[in-house]
């Protein structure tokens, strides 16, 4: 029984379907684990236990009346960026709203879809950073190396998958907060294609869209199936043999070539050599924008924001990096930022022309800090201290593109390592066939951290 655990959400959801474990059981399997590792990795904010037992004897009547959903009965953790009705929505802080009153639409459509919804997970104050912690908690930790972070601002949800506790669960990414975690947590993590999943409208100025992440790259599909209200699209996507692929080897990003460590660079030439053998053309090639994403990106973000601190009752509440932030984003004039929405048209003029479908790029540049270091840091030293770690993620946000984070490995510290696939926009179907393919020749669900 605990073998279902690190099987997946879809070998749950088939699990659930034949028979061979009740809703109920697999339930508290995940209740149990949840509670075991609390106080060691701090995964959730809340855990819905007695909601969660309810939903889970309903989905259990229904499997036995015959009914059949994509995750009917399959427990799945929620990021705490996302409405849950009967919870406040904290997003990292202390809460500055009272308890919703409603599912956000992508939980609802994960609950039409069957989900049992375990509970919220953590993120960093407002979903800023890398990294999941916040003066208002204790810190969220890797699974791998407890030392180390699990990545942001979608931590609390990799790092649930990654310790086994549920097998798929939601994220968010204006900057790489899917993939940032996926990559440093050893799970598959997918940011969706800008408007593929209901979210709240805006987004860091369209920099943010809803994601998934699962232990296997079918998990991930189940659940966008799920968020999306799909009919078995992007899950029977995971198992088509894609056509063969030109792929864009892009190892400089809009500020040059990072330094990539040593375990890292073999990661991404790993990768290389596996889609090679695979049959796909692999090109090294630098993308044709330039460093146009970078002041693009900067400003969306600063005034993104700048527009949620504003709506907030209580900004006083918040870390002084945050209000730093937000105070800089309201000096952004609008002409400025009206600039970087419409300088967008120009880098899909240039990408259009670009003659590959997929791009290839590191995650990480070397292994993620450790849990506490920018503990009481200023916007400054948290902002340097993180960027040189992460350049790769954001160019694709400003795009909207869809990008796959795949694990290929672990560093010298025993982190993982991920490479990120980038689609043109809606490819999310060829993404995770491609990566599925992938995953058959390069397993890597079989590798469990020792807690």
Known sequence: MDELLWAGADAQARALRDGWVSAPELLELVLRRAGELAGTLNVFRTVYTESARAAAEAAQRR????????????????????????????????????VAEEDSAAVASLRAAGAVIVGHTRTPERCLWPFTESRSTHPTRNPWHPGRTPGGSSGGSAAAIAAGIVGAATGSDGGGSVRIPAAACGVFGLKTSRGVVASRPGGWQGLSTVGALGRKVVDAALLL??????????RSAAD?????????????????????????RRGVLDAVAALRGLGHTVVAAD???????TPQFVVRYLCGVAED??????????EPRTRRIAAIGRRV????????????????ERMAAFPFEVILQPGWTRTPPEVGLFRGAGL??????????????PTWNVLGYPVAALPVGRDDVGVPIGV???GRPNSERTLLSLSGQFEGVRPWSQDRPAL
């Open 63 to 98: 499997l036995e009346a015959g009914e059949r959903l994509p995750l009917l009965g399959v427990p799945v953790a929620v990021k705490d960026d996302l409405d849950v009705a009967g919870d406040v929505t904290a997003q990292g802080g202390r809460p500055q709203f009272p």
């Open 225 to 234: 199936d799920g968020l999306t209200g799909g009919e078995a699209r992007y």
């Open 240 to 264: 088509v043999v894609p056509e063969p692929t030109r792929i864009a080897l892009a190892l400089r990003t809009p500020l040059g070539a990072p330094p990539l460590a040593p375990a890292y």
């Open 287 to 293: 993308v044709p924008l330039g460093a146009r994403p």
């Open 309 to 318: 601190v504003a709506g907030l009752p209580h900004p006083e509440w918040l």
């Open 333 to 348: 004039p609008g002409r400025v930022l009206r600039w970087a929405r419409a300088a967008e048209d120009d880098l899909h």
């Open 380 to 393: 400054v030293r948290t902002w340097l201290g993180v960027s040189a770690r992460i350049p790769y993620f």
């Open 420 to 422: 990120q696939l980038i």
